[in-house]
């Protein structure tokens, strides 16, 4: 099929056309079968996350509590073996780097390259080393399921949607009032909905590999209803770009019987001492 452009506004259609032929040809899958769409170098993606990283060693002082340190290490070791395990298929870093640091705040990251840091206030919340493998368990998951990629690549095209969208304006006050809404709208029905899915994908995924690590994957449960007790209110859910802490307990409910029977197949792991 052959396009072709007359009119004076040929080279913001030519930018969309083949903006649209990429989307098309770049279509992949999740580990989970979810279609993706991550067009970003996986390689610029772990320079990325290793300079991110970095910034933050420099930026943040790092935990000497030696027993959190074991602890942490201990549960991660654990955790990426059974990632690796349960999807082989998936494009894996070759090594991973898990630093405690230094912050009362209860939480966790992964960075593209494998990457993880946990928060010592983290350690507050997840009282035990099982819940600790459900919030590494759930960071690994998105590295596996490379959303990095897929919400920077989301996000470079939603500002290449937005400047096509300008080329076919005057550049007055309605237009730019335009811009504004779908600048809100993109955020609302696509960014937020997608860093949800993005949540909810890295969920169940964390629980199936704490399940095969050896970790009790009920205990999952636990430790979002312990967030719920240390987090206060939450921001309305479809404003949101997690989902809300009942949302997040339903599903993993729901997907319980499987992890369990997984867990009950395994040795259970030992990171207590």
Excluded at 13 to 39: D, I
Excluded at 61 to 68: E, T, Y
Aim: hydrophobic content about 45%; overall charge negative; proline content about 5%.
């Amino acid at each position: 099929m052959f396009v072709w452009f007359t009119d004076e506004k040929d080279d913001a259609m030519r930018l969309l056309f083949m903006l649209l032929l990429v989307l098309l040809a770049g279509c992949e899958e999740t580990p989970t079968g979810r279609s993706q769409l991550a067009l970003v170098p996986e390689d610029l993606m772990a320079q990325m996350g290793e300079d991110t990283f970095d910034q933050l060693r420099r930026n943040q002082p790092v935990s000497r509590d030696a027993a959190a340190n074991r602890q942490v290490q201990c549960v991660a070791r654990n955790v990426v073996a059974a990632a690796e395990a349960s999807y082989p298929a998936a494009d894996l870093p070759d090594a991973w780097e898990v630093v405690v640091f230094e912050d009362a705040s209860p939480n966790a990251f992964a960075l593209p390259g494998g990457r993880i840091g946990v928060h010592a206030g983290l350690l507050r919340v997840a009282e035990t080393p099982d819940q600790l493998a459900a919030v590494i368990g759930h960071e690994v998951g998105h590295v596996l399921a490379d959303h990095g990629n897929e919400r920077l690549t989301q996000q470079l095209g939603i500002k290449a949607g937005l400047l096509l969208v300008g080329l076919f304006g005057e550049g007055d006050l309605g237009q730019q009032q335009l811009m504004q809404a779908l600048g809100l709208g993109a955020r609302l029905g696509i960014s937020l909905p997608f860093s949800r899915a993005h949540e909810e994908e890295a969920d169940l995924m964390g629980l199936a590999i704490m399940a095969r690590a050896g970790f009790d994957p009920q205990q999952s449960v636990e430790l979002w209803r312990n967030m719920a007790a240390a987090g206060g209110g939450q921001p309305p859910e479809f404003l949101s770009t997690h989902p809300a802490h009942g949302s997040r307990i339903e599903a993993l409910q729901q997907a319980m019987e499987e992890a369990v029977a997984t867990y009950r197949a395994t040795t259970p792991a030992d990171c207590s001492g």
